[in-house]
């Protein structure tokens, strides 16, 4: 089955220790994205990828990190260095070129429930 | 700066009653805009979109209909089901092609 998907679907981690939240798609996507979510709120933008090895940062980039060496793959790796990293990440993709109703919407993996102890 | 904005939740309905949410937008240009779906511990699930101007989207039972002239995409479903409870997000694709999201609105349907 074509999809995303998201190791692990919850993950605790103590303060001062970096973790990695891993998303792989095999849908064919360029663009790749991540989000964070926190109750009662929309989702913010962390960082985004459109193409392998290249990545920008979103409205929420501070103390997270990310890499796209392969199209398929995209980790985040939530540092020491984030303040409040409790929260629901998700990870969405979409096609890139193409006309507007075919690339413009994108799709999300099932997400990872972080949890600092 | 493109943003959405989604009536104050959470709402509660009866089975099989009227539902309607929502949601007015501002951004420059000509965006899409979608209606997303959040089960319990889920990611979101696309529900509906429409890309230009009177486009009307539908999924469901679902609907939503673009209109420019009033800047909206409001959901609506004439027939709730207990299988419909759940959170709901509108969104737009602005020029700068990242989504933008209300903030969501939780949906609750007794039996």
């Known amino acids: 089955d074509g999809g995303i998907t998201q190791s692990p679907k919850y993950l605790f981690r103590k303060e001062g220790q970096n973790v990695t939240l891993s998303c792989e798609q095999n849908l064919n996507h360029d663009a790749m994205y991540w989000y964070r979510q926190d109750p009662g709120q929309g989702l913010r933008l962390i960082y985004y990828?459109?193409?392998?090895?290249?990545?920008q940062k979103g409205d929420i980039a501070e103390g997270y990190s990310v890499s796209r060496e392969k199209k398929e793959s995209f980790p985040l790796t939530v540092t020491s260095a984030q303040k409040n990293p409790t929260a629901f990440y998700l990870c969405?993709?979409?096609?890139?070129?193409?006309?507007?109703?075919?690339?413009?919407?994108?799709?999300f993996g099932p997400g990872t429930r972080l949890t600092v102890l | 700066g493109d943003s959405v904005t989604q009536m104050e939740g959470p709402v509660t309905l009866s089975e099989e009653a009227f539902l309607t949410i929502n949601c007015t937008y501002t951004?420059?240009?000509?965006?899409?805009l979608f209606w997303y779906v959040q089960y319990p511990g889920e990611g979101l699930q696309l529900l509906l979109k429409a890309t230009k101007a009177d486009d009307k989207g539908s999924n469901k039972g679902f609907e939503a209909t673009y209109r420019k002239e009033t800047t909206s995409f409001h959901l609506e479903k004439g027939s709730v089901q207990v299988s419909d409870s759940a959170v709901y997000f509108c969104?737009?694709?602005?020029?700068?092609?990242?989504?933008?999201f209300g903030k969501g609105i939780t949906l609750s349907v007794r039996p």
């Open positions: 969104a737009l694709n602005g020029a700068n092609s990242k989504l933008t």
């Open positions: 951004a420059t240009g000509y965006p899409s």
């Open positions: 969405a993709s979409k096609r890139a070129g193409g006309s507007k109703t075919s690339t413009d919407t994108q799709y």
């Open positions: 990828s459109q193409i392998v090895n290249d990545f």
